[in-house]
């Protein structure tokens, strides 16, 4: 048994799908001042996925990557910053890698290059079980689930982007053609990994196994479907069916234009799709007409278009028509990527003080 200091959370217990909001636990006292409307953060989030219409649009931001000494200077830390603004949902990362960093830097030393298919399946992948690796997860769960009551999820590799860094994406693009046999074998065993560190971060109380699998480029994907159905769908499909013997959600994260297998991510049960990006030529309105009861998105602030350009009236006026679109369910409002360096804290600043009052005047 793993003890993770944490009510509730022990090794072997599930993650609920929650039908109610009598099923959801409370939050720390010394965090009150959180819970002034109806519902908690973490059922706020539940409500929307579950697609149903929450007291007010669920809020969060990636915004540690390039802006942490910025916020510092302004709020004291991330973490301060984040309660400010009162963020509802949080992103963990944490856990072993697939792969050892030294052993694959050794391989790469060996060839001259970077490997090939047939010669990763030589490469052995790192034990998910190793328990020590977790101990992020296990701070983050307790910084944001339990004292603050948030609703957590867990960042999880897929298998074309976990394997982008093994090959070089330009070499993976066409071992997807060169070498389908190897590529199999690897994603096979990829996908075992994956199932075993879902589990574990289920174990210790993720409410969401998030999917990390970039797929998409600005105007379509960066494979036919055909090649995605064949070669990615079905190890995808493993996983997420793991996960979902287990009562937890699962998200997906792929940047880029991904209409094109819309209806396979649908088939595949992702809860949540995260950034749905309308600057690749991801539309709402088909979100809307098509989508809205089997999928919720979580985006909606484009860090490629609208913050971090020092144009407040574009940046008002894009939060204002997506916030408005969705009052009544339906959305996660988060950025679309983390925020990027020539963000302001000025204009992050102006950009979730708008938010932080709209949501509540809705």
Known sequence: MIETGLTGFVRGCSCPRFDTLED??????????????????????????????????????????????????????????????????????????????????QLC????????????????MTDPNDMAAYQAVIDGIRHHKTERGRFVYMQTPGFFEAMNGVFGIENHLSYLLL?????????????????????????????????????????????????WWEMIFPYHKRVIEAVKSRGCYVS?????????????????????????????GMD????????????????????????????????RAEIERVLGMFKDGGLLYCTTHFIQNHCSIDELVFAYDLIHDIVRKQ
């Open 24 to 105: 959801v636990g409370g939050v720390d006292a010394s965090f009150g001042r959180m819970v002034c409307s109806s519902m908690l953060p973490r059922e706020r989030v539940i409500e929307t996925i579950n697609h149903r219409k929450p007291d007010r649009v669920p809020v969060y931001a990636w915004v540690s990557a390039n802006l942490n000494d910025k916020i510092t200077e302004r709020f004291g830390s991330c973490e301060a910053f984040e309660d400010h603004y009162e963020f509802d949902y949080a992103h963990l990362f944490g856990g072993p890698s697939t792969y050892d960093t030294e052993r694959h830097k």
């Open 109 to 124: 030393g060996e060839l001259g290059r970077l490997p090939e298919p047939p010669e990763m399946l030589d490469l052995p």
């Open 179 to 227: 070498y389908p046999d190897e590529i199999h074998e690897l994603y096979s065993r990829q996908a075992e990994w994956n199932k075993a560190f879902a589990m574990n971060c289920i174990d210790l109380g993720v409410d969401m196994v998030h999917v990390s699998d970039d797929w998409g480029a600005q105007a379509g994907l960066m494979f036919s479907p055909k090649v």
């Open 252 to 280: 997906l994260h792929s940047d880029g234009n991904v209409m094109s297998v819309l209806d396979g991510i649908v088939e595949l049960g992702f809860d949540v799709v995260h950034p749905y990006q309308e600057s690749a």
């Open 284 to 315: 709402y309105s088909v979100y809307r007409s098509k989508y809205m009861d089997k999928f919720t998105v979580m985006g909606g602030l484009d860090v490629q278009t609208t913050i971090g350009f020092g144009k407040l009236d574009v940046l």
